[in-house]
């Protein structure tokens, strides 16, 4: 039975999602605020958190942004009518889907299914695509192997890595590396990407010299890729 997280203050939208989400055969956790959410993820897995953006005490962009860093569960974000949303921003800090109030729950469900589906399908092609390549990564304890050796990473390592291996053999800039990090785009602070990267490297160098699977895409950025490595 998938578990889904609903996190959302208004108590009639919150029971009436988990009601039709009861309903059609999902387990089902409401919580009102961003804090508890975090609080809640960090100790429970889910298959996917249903996310309202205007919070009590934070936005939901916020609760996105803190939970990419240690967890992939599928979001779908709730937005009040008239409440801007930026997609390119919303789908950069990880978002799955938008539903804009007021919805039908129905809607939601349809949504939350085709996502799960489409998330089982990913996770047996990159079970597939893992199997063949040295680098995997150990969702439960946040730990990357490497040819079999426990790669010791920095957060910031970590978040790019775990970048470059979600979306392997894309390209991605400096810019939306800086995302990935958290990092304002106006500081000055590529070339710091450029920094992990090389120490990145070296630590994937030091398990195994013949392979060099972080590719530079000269003027655009880098790409992971077991291709020809
Ligand atoms: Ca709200």
């Known amino acids: ?5 609903v996190v959302e203050d208004e108590p009639s939208i919150a ?7 009861q309903a059609d055969g999902f387990s089902c956790h409401c ?13 429970h897995a889910v298959d996917l958190t249903i996310l309202d953006i205007g919070l009590p005490d934070t936005s939901g962009f ?26 390119v921003v919303g789908l950069e800090i990880g978002a799955d889907d938008y539903v804009t109030k007021p919805f039908s729950p129905r809607e939601v469900v349809a949504r939350v299914r085709a996502i799960l589906k489409r998330g089982r399908e990913l996770t ?16 439960q304890r946040h730990i990357f192997r490497y040819c079999g050796t426990a790669l010791h990473l920095t957060k910031a390592e970590y ?44 630590k994937l ?3 195994n010299a013949e392979l060099s699977p972080i590719k530079t895409e000269r003027g655009f950025g880098y790409r ?3 291709q020809g490595v």
Not at 1 to 5: A, D, E, Q
Not at 31 to 43: C, K, N, R, V
Request: proline share 3%; hydrophobic share 45%; net charge negative.
């Open 159 to 202: 978040l790019l890595l775990q970048a470059l291996h979600r979306g392997a053999e894309q390209v991605f800039s400096r810019e939306q590396l800086l995302v990935v990090l958290g990092v304002s785009q106006t500081a000055n602070y590529t070339r710091n990407i450029d920094t992990h990267i090389k120490s990145l490297r070296a």
């Open 1 to 5: 039975m998938p578990h889904i997280l």
């Open 62 to 87: 916020e609760v996105c942004k803190q939970l990419r860093t240690f967890s992939n569960v599928p979001i779908v974000f709730l937005s009040a009518r008239g409440e801007e949303i930026d997609r």
């Open 15 to 21: 029971q009436s999602l988990e009601h039709v989400l």
């Open 205 to 207: 160098r030091a398990i």
């Open 31 to 43: 919580l009102s605020t961003g804090t508890e959410a975090i609080a809640y993820l960090e100790q």
């Open 224 to 226: 992971l890729s077991w």
């Open 124 to 139: 047996h092609l990159n079970l597939q695509l893992e199997a063949e390549t040295p680098l995997v990564l150990d969702r």
